[in-house]
């Protein structure tokens, strides 16, 4: 297999990345629309609290992506300006869209969770953009370190490196039906955006240890620092709502 694996389309070779990551913010879009639909929120509430989190997702998802990467700010400006073009990281995306749905619910006076329809869509989405990492090959920079494990996969550079975007993939596959298997039991409103989110950041700090990322944060990435902060303030989260209610 050659990288990156170009779409064959009529006369035209199309680059997988944009066309994987359109397929997963339709798909995302459509499935939450449909999950909003489910939930007693009033429109006009739910509407802003989506805005204001996909205006915190995006800063949050290019913010964190030119952190990850400051080690090509000097030696390498050209590839530094493409990422604040065309970067961006899920993990920054995920924390900045909760900073700015939480920004936004105070703003409204609004206190009722709103987290659970997303994760469905997060899940889906998140899992279809990952196929177009994985076919784009090493100018994503979503690649492993070298391996010597029988499924390698070298993505042009003659190195069998993780194939840690196939890792994630399977990882959210399994996520959501172990969520998907909680929501039988679990009713309270907030308790599967609350798991997705420990899950998945809890997973994001272990498997970048398999990524040649550049570690200036205590041996850490900031996409890795950035998960303890978000670890962190889920279990304070977790931890108000174990008190006593007066």
């Known amino acids: 297999m050659t990288f990156p694996v170009y779409l064959n389309v009529g006369p035209w070779q199309i680059h997988p990345h944009p066309v994987f990551e359109s397929l997963g913010y339709a798909a995302a879009f459509r499935l939450l629309l449909w999950q909003v639909k489910a939930d007693s929120i009033p429109f006009a509430q739910r509407s802003a609290v989506m805005i204001g989190g996909l205006v915190g997702a995006l800063?949050?998802?290019?913010?964190?992506?030119?952190?990850?990467?400051?080690?090509?700010?000097?030696?390498?400006?050209?590839?530094?300006?493409?990422l604040l073009l065309q970067?961006?990281?899920?993990?920054?995306?995920?924390?900045?869209?909760?900073?700015?749905?939480?920004?936004?619910?105070?703003?409204?006076?609004?206190?009722q969770s709103t987290g659970d329809a997303f994760v469905y869509p997060l899940l889906v989405g998140t899992a279809i953009g990952r196929i177009g990492c994985f076919l784009t090959g090493l100018s994503d920079r979503t690649y492993g370190i070298a391996t010597t494990l029988p499924w390698g996969v070298d993505f042009g550079d003659g190195v069998a490196r993780h194939p840690t975007q196939l890792y994630e993939i399977v990882f959210l596959v399994v996520l959501a039906w172990v969520i998907w298997l909680r929501s039988r039991y679990l009713y309270r409103s907030g308790t599967l955006?609350?798991?997705?989110?420990?899950?998945?950041l809890g997973f994001r700090f272990l498997i970048d240890f398999l990524k040649p990322d550049f570690h200036p944060f205590l041996g850490l990435s900031a996409i890795q620092f950035a998960c303890?902060?978000?670890?962190?303030?889920?279990?304070?989260q977790q931890f108000q709502r174990s008190l006593p209610s007066s």
């Open 59 to 82: 800063v949050g998802a290019k913010g964190l992506v030119l952190l990850q990467h400051l080690d090509l700010l000097w030696a390498h400006w050209q590839q530094w300006l493409l």
């Open 228 to 236: 303890l902060l978000g670890l962190l303030y889920a279990a304070h």
């Open 87 to 111: 970067g961006k990281t899920v993990v920054g995306a995920l924390l900045g869209g909760l900073v700015g749905v939480e920004v936004t619910k105070r703003w409204l006076g609004f206190t």
């Open 193 to 200: 955006f609350q798991l997705y989110f420990a899950a998945y």
